[in-house]
Each structure stands twice: as C-alpha cells, then as structure tokens.
C-alpha cells in the first residue's frame, strides 16, 4: 500500500546517499548502523516506558533501509550478499520493535496506554505480529526461492512499520491509548491475513502450473 510512495523517499534521500559515498561508508555499513540503532530504540527505550523517544529513535535509522539500497544502485554495488544481508537484518529490526513493545506491556508501564484488556492481551498480540510478520516475509522468500511470486497481502512491511511508528508515537505523546490498541489488533489480524493471501496466491501458481 505504501510501495507507491517509495520513488518520492527515494529522491529525497539520494543526496544523503551520494554524501556517504563521497565519504566511502558502504552501503552494507550502512544496513548494519540502521538495524542496530533500530534495535536499540526499540528495545531501550520502550520497556522504560519512553514510547515517543523509542519511536523518534527509531525513525532517525528506519530510513536507512532506502538509504543503502540507493547508495548500492549509484555506485554500482549491487550484489547478491548485499541483498541477503539487507533481508536479514529488515527481519531483526521488525522483531526488535514488536519485542520492544512487548517488553513495554510486561513492564510496570504497561497499564498506562490500556483501556481495553490486559497487559498480558496486548503482549500476545505484539508476539503474534511479531511472528505472523516474519513468516509473511519467509513466504514471499520461499515462493520466490520455488520460481514464484508471492508479493501479495494487505499488511506489506512498510505498512506494518509506518502504522505500528506512527500509532505507538500519536498514543504516547497525545495519551490516546485506543491508538495502539487499535493498530496491535490490526497488525495481528492484517498480518495472518497476508500470510493466508500469500499461501492461496502460491496455491493457486502450483495448481495452474
């Protein structure tokens, strides 16, 4: 749903792209510095209760993910490697982040942006979208790996990633706690949603094939 903005972002960030050329940082640096400092927003500052400096934390490094891909295309450095690293640690960061507001709902903390159910829900739901997420992205992998395709489903990674951000940061500094109620039951229920669409997709590839 938001692919159709990525030509924009990328324009926007190609000269930042270009200055770490010029200063001869790697793109695969720069994949690693963006996980780790995703990581570590998520998983600092959200089990402390910070929500809002946890999710602008994280944005300073979430664009790190377009940032080394064009830096790749412009230097001519694409590779096999790069790609596979890329995939990878995209899969650490949006575990961290799911992890980090579980850790938030098993904290003390926890029962200040609740209004409806427990803590204990909203931990289960995190750990749902934590994993129904990976295994959306494992499908895609795994069709792809068998000759089809398999990029389908309403909860796209950058999708689950700008409204879990945006929701989890509106809730902590405004104190709307149906916000991130809201977006954890969507990221649960969107995100097996997508895993069955992409399964059906690559069901009805092999039958037709």
Do not use: N
Not at 23 to 29: F, K, R, V, Y
Not at 123 to 143: D, F, H
Request: glycine share 10%; charged share 15%.
């Amino acid at each position: 749903m938001l692919e159709r903005f990525r030509g924009f972002w990328s324009a926007l960030i190609a000269p930042l792209a270009r200055l770490f050329l010029r200063l001869g940082i790697s793109p695969d640096a720069v994949t690693i510095v963006g996980t780790l400092g995703v990581c570590a927003g998520a998983l600092i500052f959200f089990p402390q209760g910070k929500l809002l400096t946890g999710v602008l934390f994280i944005t300073a490094f979430v664009f790190s993910d377009m940032v080394d891909g064009s830096m790749a295309r412009m230097s001519g450095r694409t590779s096999v490697f790069g790609a596979f690293l890329d995939s990878t640690l995209d899969r650490i960061a949006d575990g961290a982040i799911f992890a980090g507001l579980a850790l938030y709902f098993a904290s003390p903390h926890g029962d200040d942006l609740i209004r409806l159910g427990s803590a204990d829900l909203y931990q289960v739901l995190c750990l749902v979208s934590l994993v129904m997420g990976s295994v959306t992205s494992y499908v895609r992998a795994k069709a792809e790996s068998l000759g089809m395709t398999a990029q389908v489903g309403i909860a796209e990674r950058a999708t689950r990633l700008v409204f879990t951000l945006v929701a989890t940061g509106l809730a902590a500094m405004f104190h709307l706690p149906y916000l991130i109620e809201a977006v954890l039951w969507f990221m649960a229920v969107a995100s097996t949603i997508t895993v069955g669409q992409r399964i059906w997709t690559v069901r009805e590839q092999t039958l037709a094939a």
